[in-house]
């Protein structure tokens, strides 16, 4: 179902004028056969030794037409209500001589050709007069059935539309280029990886196409195209990064001079920042520019310049406007940027900055940017440390210090934050020849400090770039839809927060005969150059470059729902994220796997590649509950003067009751987010106890399906209290369980079962565990108060039903009477 529900959304509003079609010139028509009758019967032999479209569950078939020698195909009467013409070729450009055309007929296109063949085998249309004289009537159809020479069933060079050499061979992976009707692009990329086939996840779009890329061999793409449809051509995807950044100066101005005429940044009185905390950014390229005003370049030091001399933060900039410009320059549509930038520079154009005051320059980079503005921003801060390691997932100074930043408990402006930062690269020198995911899972290649910090949204990188140069003897080093080798990982399992969050493409790297592998343009990003005009595009790559196209993604999230705290943003976007059929591989091969199986994915990964028309909108038969709410954790006790936990929040949450049960034993999915910023604890006790190092943690509970209000609040009663240890896993049905889940400040588990079950399922429960906010000394001074969002997702995946619409309807009614405040 299409994820196009919370707006309204009008158009088509133009005028009607009277219209008269001209027409064409009439063409010459096709020479009679020798014999009617063995002409029609070849051609009603060939559409009989079709196969059968309704019997093999088809939605179509693709038909390669061909026409007679020196004779023109009459291509109108290829192209009509049943039968669409995907693909001409004209006689004269062809070795054969002969014109040819693809089509996709449907079921009813099959039969009206058919009938058509038959007419002319033995119909004539009716005699006429013309100038006095008896004319004949002609075989029906002849125009078009004397212009056939055969008619077979289209395999996928019939589609290809790229030179004929470039046609990928079989039985290897590779990437395609695949045109689809827009009205079946969901359809294919939701269905395409059932046959083999792994969609991209950019999508370029035209008045009457949408181009995907897709990872697949030749077989698994032609079982795709032959059971889904929707395909409109094949192509070689042969446009990557190296392209553009090979150009000459002045054909690299012509390009961003193309793209910045069709860009546009309509005016609001709200835009939402990107605030870069890098080497600074440079104003002098035409697609920054009129994104980042002179005032809104700073330093973490005064003394600093504010432009960018080593060249990341332009690269970043650029990244965080448009994505990957490979993309971008090959659009013909219009661009429209609705958020803003803002550039600090965090880092000295000469040498370092000190190593014990890396927590102290940022919350410095922080304060400039803060003393000027308080505005809505995102902090994308692709800078992290490896003279912390190990430590395997305890916080650092600086991790500390972004925990402050991001609960608002350090810095001049007491604010909540939402910084996002990368996970830190591996050094490509340090892997041999073996498997590269185990030289990324070795505990020296652990996610770089601050990264590990409990708020933040930490950035890792896979990759979608397998494409390389033909004959060039080198391959792409990861394959289609895993862990980019430059993407560190966790160390650590457990106890310690789920890093990285998600991950976003940070290009590949090429591997020739020996080690080590290396970067490659194609395996690339493409973005802004610092040095413009001298050049306009450079290549960028790593978690660096995943953490720029996350904040780009974010903004976009957050502008439509800017009401949301920072801590909502991070759980809405994260709890998007799915793992790829290439990430779910490395689980051992069972229907249900065990909690502890998630463990490597989540190590590698996070929770996934985030899904922003997801996190952006619900669907009819998929729907999005977000709920802000505050909490008092901890009191003191009245009679015994002791430290305890205070309260816990119990949501009846408006349920699709009805149409739950109308799906019955069907399987639905619910997803259930709990995000909040602690305040760290950061001194050396702290660091290897998290119970200590939290000043709150939070956990959420859900009814069983046979429990009552009071049984489930009975049942869990006696989990507000937390030890050392984590707690058993819940054996409700959740796929990660708890010592997956109730680590860090973001909490996200899902569980499959019966939608008769879940709808009785709706009473979530979020209670408090140990933190150090418990201690009496500070219970003395004021009771805490913790904010907290849950997100609670309903996915009834390709069922038709309409969830979205039961619970509107419910709130519609709470709302009217007081009960629920909608925002």
């Known amino acids: 179902m299409p994820r196009n529900l919370r707006h309204f959304h009008l158009r088509d509003l133009g005028a009607s004028k009277p219209y008269q079609w001209k027409g064409t010139p009439v063409s010459?028509?096709?020479?009679?056969?020798?014999?009617?009758?063995?002409?029609?019967?070849?051609l009603l032999r060939a559409l009989d030794a079709l196969p059968d479209i309704k019997s093999d569950g088809l939605p179509g078939l693709y038909l390669e037409v061909s026409g007679r020698a020196g004779e023109k195909l009459k291509r109108t009467s290829l192209d009509t209500k049943h039968l669409n013409l995907l693909k001409y070729e004209e006689g004269k450009y062809r070795e054969d001589g002969l014109d040819k055309a693809t089509i996709f007929a449907t079921e009813k296109g099959v039969e009206a050709f058919r009938k058509k063949v038959a007419q002319f085998q033995t119909e004539n249309t009716p005699d006429r007069e013309k100038n006095g004289q008896l004319i004949p009537g002609r075989p029906k159809n002849a125009d078009l059935v004397q212009s056939l020479a055969a008619i077979t069933e289209a395999g996928l060079r019939a589609l290809w539309r790229s030179p004929s050499h470039k046609f990928p061979a079989a039985g290897v992976d590779v990437l395609w280029e695949i045109w689809l009707n827009p009205d079946e692009v969901d359809r294919f990329i939701q269905v395409a990886p059932e046959y083999g086939l792994e969609p991209g996840s950019e999508l370029l779009r035209f008045p009457e196409d949408v181009v995907i890329v897709a990872n697949g061999t030749q077989d698994a793409l032609a079982t795709a195209v032959r059971k889904i449809g929707g395909v409109r051509a094949l192509a070689a995807p042969t446009v990557t990064a190296d392209f553009f950044e090979g150009l000459p100066v002045k054909e690299q101005a012509a390009w961003v001079d193309e793209l910045a005429q069709r860009t546009s940044y309509p005016p609001n009185a709200d835009p939402g920042f990107i605030t870069?905390?890098?080497t600074g950014v440079s104003r002098a390229h035409p697609l920054i520019q009129p994104s980042l005003s002179s005032d809104d370049r700073h330093a973490a030091d005064p003394s600093w310049a504010v432009e960018d001399i080593k060249g990341h933060g332009t690269q970043m900039a650029g990244l965080a406007l448009f994505g990957d410009l490979?993309?971008?320059?090959?659009?013909?549509?219009?661009?429209?940027?609705?958020?803003?930038?803002?550039?600090?520079?965090?880092?000295?154009?000469?040498?370092e900055n000190p190593h014990h005051l890396l927590g102290a320059v940022t919350r410095d980079a922080i304060d400039a940017v803060e003393a000027r503005w308080l505005r809505r921003r995102i902090f994308s801060m692709p800078a992290t440390t490896s003279e912390d390691t190990p430590h395997d997932g305890a916080p650092t100074s600086w991790s500390s210090a972004i925990d402050e930043l991001a609960a608002g408990v350090l810095g001049q402006q007491k604010v909540r934050r939402l910084l996002l930062i990368s996970a830190g690269n591996t050094d490509n020198f340090t892997f041999g020849a073996g498997n590269y995911l185990d030289r990324c899972d070795h505990p020296d290649n652990e996610v770089e400090a601050p990264a590990q910090a409990w708020n933040a949204l930490c950035v890792g990188a896979y990759t979608e770039k397998t494409a390389l140069p033909a004959g060039e003897g080198t391959a792409a080093l990861a394959p289609f839809g895993?862990?980019?080798?430059?993407?560190?990982?966790?160390?650590?399992?457990?106890?310690?927060?789920?890093?990285?969050?998600?991950?976003?493409?940070?290009?590949?790297?090429?591997?020739?005969?020996?080690?080590?592998?290396?970067?490659?343009?194609?395996?690339?990003?493409?973005?802004?150059?610092?040095?413009?005009?001298?050049?306009?595009?450079?290549?960028?790559?790593?978690?660096?470059?995943?953490?720029?196209?996350?904040?780009?993604?974010?903004?976009?999230?957050?502008?439509?729902?800017?009401?949301?705290?920072?801590?909502?943003?991070?759980?809405?976007?994260?709890?998007?994220?799915?793992?790829?059929?290439?990430?779910?591989?490395?689980?051992?091969?069972?229907?249900?796997?065990?909690?502890?199986?998630?463990?490597?994915?989540?190590?590698?990964?996070?929770?996934?590649?985030?899904?922003?028309?997801?996190?952006?909108?619900?669907?009819?038969?998929?729907?999005?509950?977000?709920?802000?709410?505050?909490?008092?954790?901890?009191?003191?006790?009245?009679?015994?003067?002791?430290?305890?936990?205070?309260?816990?929040?119990?949501?009846?949450?408006?349920w699709p009751v009805e149409e739950l049960r109308r799906l019955g034993n069907a399987n639905v999915t619910l997803r259930v987010t709990l995000s909040t910023f602690i305040a760290p604890n950061p001194s050396e006790p702290s660091r290897g106890n998290r119970y200590r190092y939290a000043s709150h943690n939070l956990r959420f509970k859900l009814n069983r399906a046979d429990e009552s209000e009071a049984q489930f609040l009975a049942r869990i009663s006696?989990?507000?209290?937390?030890?050392?240890?984590?707690?058993?896993?819940?054996?409700?049905?959740?796929?990660?369980?708890?010592?997956?889940?109730?680590?860090?400040?973001?909490?996200?588990?899902?569980?499959?079962?019966?939608?008769?079950?879940?709808?009785?399922?709706?009473?979530?429960?979020?209670?408090?565990?140990?933190?150090?906010?418990?201690?009496?000394?500070?219970?003395?001074?004021?009771?805490?108060?913790?904010?907290?969002?849950?997100?609670?997702?309903?996915?009834?995946?390709?069922?038709?039903?309409?969830?979205?619409?039961?619970?509107?309807?419910?709130?519609?009614?709470l709302t009217a009477v007081g009960t629920v405040i909608a925002v």
């Open 28 to 42: 010459k028509r096709p020479s009679d056969v020798p014999d009617r009758e063995a002409h029609a019967q070849i």
């Open 276 to 278: 870069l905390l890098d």
């Open 326 to 351: 490979t993309t971008k320059l090959q659009q013909m549509e219009p661009v429209e940027i609705h958020h803003r930038l803002e550039s600090v520079k965090l880092l000295p154009d000469a040498g």
């Open 482 to 654: 895993d862990l980019s080798p430059a993407s560190r990982t966790a160390s650590w399992s457990s106890y310690w927060p789920l890093k990285p969050d998600v991950v976003l493409e940070g290009g590949n790297w090429a591997t020739g005969n020996s080690p080590p592998p290396m970067r490659h343009g194609w395996l690339s990003l493409l973005s802004t150059d610092h040095r413009y005009p001298q050049r306009s595009f450079c290549f960028t790559f790593d978690t660096s470059a995943a953490t720029a196209l996350a904040a780009n993604q974010i903004s976009t999230l957050w502008s439509e729902y800017p009401m949301l705290w920072p801590e909502t943003v991070r759980g809405l976007y994260v709890s998007s994220a799915r793992w790829t059929s290439q990430m779910r591989s490395h689980l051992p091969a069972s229907a249900n796997p065990q909690k502890g199986s998630f463990a490597l994915l989540f190590r590698r990964y996070g929770y996934g590649v985030p899904d922003l028309d997801r996190a952006r909108r619900s669907a009819s038969n998929a729907l999005t509950l977000i709920v802000e709410d505050t909490i008092n954790p901890y009191a003191l006790s009245d009679k015994t003067g002791n430290d305890i936990h205070h309260e816990l929040k119990l949501f009846t949450l408006p």
């Open 718 to 813: 006696k989990a507000a209290e937390q030890t050392d240890e984590p707690e058993s896993d819940e054996q409700d049905g959740w796929d990660f369980g708890s010592n997956r889940r109730d680590v860090g400040s973001l909490h996200i588990d899902q569980l499959t079962c019966k939608a008769s079950d879940l709808a009785r399922r709706n009473l979530i429960a979020v209670h408090p565990v140990t933190g150090w906010w418990k201690a009496k000394s500070r219970l003395q001074d004021a009771l805490p108060t913790v904010r907290y969002s849950l997100v609670v997702e309903i996915d009834a995946e390709k069922l038709e039903c309409e969830l979205h619409a039961e619970v509107a309807a419910v709130i519609q009614t």
